[in-house]
C-alpha cells in the first residue's frame, strides 16, 4: 500500500528508500529521541492560554517543518548508500540525525497542543504578509513546499552513484536548506510561542552554516550549487 505523501507522520513520503529497514529503524529511532526532547522543554505546558490555534503560524510551522524536514532525512540516507565519501557520508548523517530529532520535537509539540498534523487548506497557508507569495506556491512534479525536490530529482538521486549522486544530493541538499531557512525565518518572525521563535532562529543559523559547508564542497567536485 502506497504511503499518503501528505501524512507526516509516514516515513516515507514517497517509495521506501535504499537502505531498506536499517535506515528506516534508525530514523524511526532518532525520532523517538526528538520526542523525549520536546517532552523536556514542551511550549504551552500547563497553561491551555499558551496553547496556539489550529491555523497559527506555530502550528502551520510543525505541520509544514516536518514534512519538509522529513524529505531531507530519507535523501540523507540514500546518498549513504551511494557514496563511500567519508566526508559527505557523515554531512548526511548529520543532517539526518538533526532533522528527525527536530521533526519529533515539532510533532510533540501538536500532540501536547491537541491540534491535527495535517491541513484540509493545504501547506503554507500560515505565511502572511510578503511572504505568502513566495513561500505558497506549490511547484510540480511532487515538490511540496519551497525547496523541497521534486519526485523526478529524488528518483535521480536513487540511480546515481559515486561523484555524481554527491553532488547532485549536495545541490538539492542546498536547494532545500534554502526553502527550509525561509519557512523558518517566517515562523522566527510570526510564530507566537517563543519555543517555536528559539528553534526556527536556530533552524536559520544551522541550515545556513551547512549551505556554506555544502558550497566548499561542491567546489571541492568541480561544481557549484544550481
Request: charged share 20%; with cysteine.
Amino acid at each position: 500500500m502506497t504511503p499518503d505523501v501528505t501524512d507526516p507522520e509516514n516515513v516515507s513520503t514517497r517509495r521506501p528508500f535504499p537502505g531498506g529497514w536499517a535506515a528506516i529503524a534508525a530514523v524511526a529511532a532518532l525520532v523517538a529521541l526528538g520526542l523525549v526532547l520536546w517532552f523536556v522543554a514542551a511550549p504551552g505546558d500547563g497553561d491551555s492560554s499558551d496553547v496556539p490555534t489550529a491555523d497559527s503560524a506555530d502550528a502551520g510551522f510543525a505541520r509544514d517543518m516536518a514534512v519538509h524536514h522529513q524529505q531531507a532525512v530519507e535523501m540523507s540516507f540514500v546518498i549513504r548508500d551511494s557514496t563511500d565519501d567519508e566526508d559527505v557520508r557523515r554531512l548526511a548523517y548529520d543532517i539526518a540525525q538533526t532533522q528527525a530529532n527536530q521533526r519529533g520535537m515539532l510533532l510533540g509539540w501538536l500532540d501536547l497542543w491537541g491540534l491535527p498534523k495535517t491541513s484540509a487548506d493545504g501547506y503554507m497557508t500560515w505565511v502572511k504578509g510578503g511572504h505568502s507569495g513566495h513561500l505558497g506556491h506549490q511547484a510540480e512534479d511532487g515538490s511540496l513546499m519551497p525547496g523541497m525536490s521534486t519526485d523526478t530529482e529524488i528518483d535521480r538521486l536513487g540511480k546515481a552513484d559515486g561523484k555524481d549522486a554527491e553532488i547532485l544530493y549536495l545541490q538539492l541538499l542546498t536547494d532545500h536548506h534554502m526553502g527550509g531557512v525561509d519557512m523558518a525565518r517566517a515562523c522566527a518572525q510570526q510564530c507566537e510561542v517563543p519555543q517555536a521563535r528559539q528553534l526556527a532562529q536556530g533552524m536559520v543559523d544551522a541550515q545556513q552554516s551547512e549551505m556554506q559547508l555544502m558550497a566548499d564542497m561542491l567546489k571541492e567536485r568541480s561544481s557549484a550549487p544550481r
